[in-house]
């Protein structure tokens, strides 16, 4: 080749132009943003679903202290307390209804606090216990 001929074109070596770059950092801007309300909704259903499991461990406290109570002593259950599990504060709230038949009906409701879910309702019934052991023989 001469000193004074021009050098051949090389198509290969153009690069990108500034067209595509924009048009690219779009489109991973979309993706990202996709992205980010995926994860943003998860995350959101993942508390959700923490708090239901903490409520259920609430009432499964609630149905315990209803059933271990002594017969005698189910009238001191009533009212209200606030308490707090590992991952919400809640209202505990007992009822005790009358005695009929032999049978009372204990009623716990569980109020979270914040009004992130609604309140669950548990009833427990309770029988009058024997008067003495079936396991005594005279």
Not at 77 to 85: E, M, R
Not at 90 to 113: D, K, L, M, N, W
């Amino acid at each position: 080749m001469s000193p004074l001929s021009p050098e051949p074109k090389r198509h290969g070596d153009r690069g990108v132009s500034l067209v595509e770059v924009v048009v690219a950092l779009a489109l991973l801007s979309i993706v990202l943003l996709a992205l980010t309300g995926i994860m943003w909704q998860m995350g959101r259903h993942t508390r959700r679903a923490s708090l239901v499991g903490a409520r259920g461990a609430a009432l499964a406290s609630a149905a315990s202290l209803a059933e271990s109570a002594r017969w005698d002593s189910l009238d001191a259950l009533v009212g209200c307390a606030t308490d707090t599990s590992a991952q919400m504060v809640y209202t505990r709230c007992f009822e005790v209804g009358p005695i009929t038949g032999g049978v009372r009906q204990v009623r716990a409701i569980v109020v979270p606090a914040g009004g992130a879910l609604v309140p669950e309702t548990l009833t427990v019934s309770r029988t009058r216990p024997r008067s003495r052991s079936p396991l005594y023989a005279p």
